[in-house]
């Protein structure tokens, strides 16, 4: 009989999530500077033209801080690290992305592959630290939204825009070895552009110095 693998990775993903942490804290929610990047997804929707799927690239610098609690914990026994609660975050993040063209839709068209990059701040919390029980890695999820302004260009043309977006994260950063920290994170975008709106998910790794 052959067996679902999906259960087995489900209950183990939720039990990376909610063990708690024994050890000790995560160092700096949210702080320090990282590089990454990611596979992206984009399904853009416009009057009277179906697009399809589009896949695509994305790689970002981004600059985290944190803005409550601020204080470090007052015991001195921890060596000035952070107290293990919720924290206010913020982020400041600079990014340039790539998508191809559609499969050919049922009407014959397909759409244009098209690139851009743009500027964005995001805030949002971090969850208390807890421990990876298999890795026993100090970590913390985080999650934030905010707005950016992005320029896109289409491929062969010189036709260059200008668009709003709505950007969100979801986070799992994970302390490798004090400074840096491995993150793993799930971009969510949506934006107005040509006449229409784009939404934009994707899955990345990056590598932060706390």
Not at 44 to 69: D, H, K, R, Y
Not at 175 to 184: K, Q, T, Y
Request: glycine share 18%; aromatic share 8%; net charge neutral.
């Amino acid at each position: 009989m052959r067996q679902n693998p999906v259960a087995p990775l489900l209950c183990c993903v939720l039990s990376l999530c909610f063990a708690p942490n024994g050890g000790r804290l995560f160092a700096s929610p949210g702080k320090g500077l990282d590089v990454g990047g990611g596979a992206l997804f984009s399904l853009t929707s416009l009057p009277q033209l179906e697009t399809g799927l589009q896949p695509g690239w994305n790689a970002n610098i981004g600059l985290g801080f944190t803005l409550l609690p601020w204080n470090k914990s007052k015991n001195d026994n921890e060596g000035g690290r952070t107290e293990n609660s919720f924290s206010f975050i913020g982020r400041v993040q600079l990014d340039i992305f790539g998508l191809g063209a559609s499969a050919p839709q049922s009407d014959g068209n397909l759409y244009r592959a098209w690139q851009g990059g743009g500027l964005g701040m995001l805030f949002g919390a971090a969850s208390p630290g807890f421990r990876m029980p298999l890795l026993g890695l100090p970590a913390r999820l985080g999650i934030e939204a905010g707005g950016g302004l992005r320029l896109t260009k289409y491929s062969g043309t010189g036709l260059v825009s200008a668009h709003p977006a709505v950007l969100g994260r979801m986070t799992l950063d994970m302390e490798i070895g004090d400074p840096l920290a491995l993150e793993l994170f799930l971009p969510f975008e949506w934006a107005w552009k040509s006449g229409g709106q784009a939404i934009i998910v994707g899955l990345g790794l990056s590598l932060r110095v706390l």
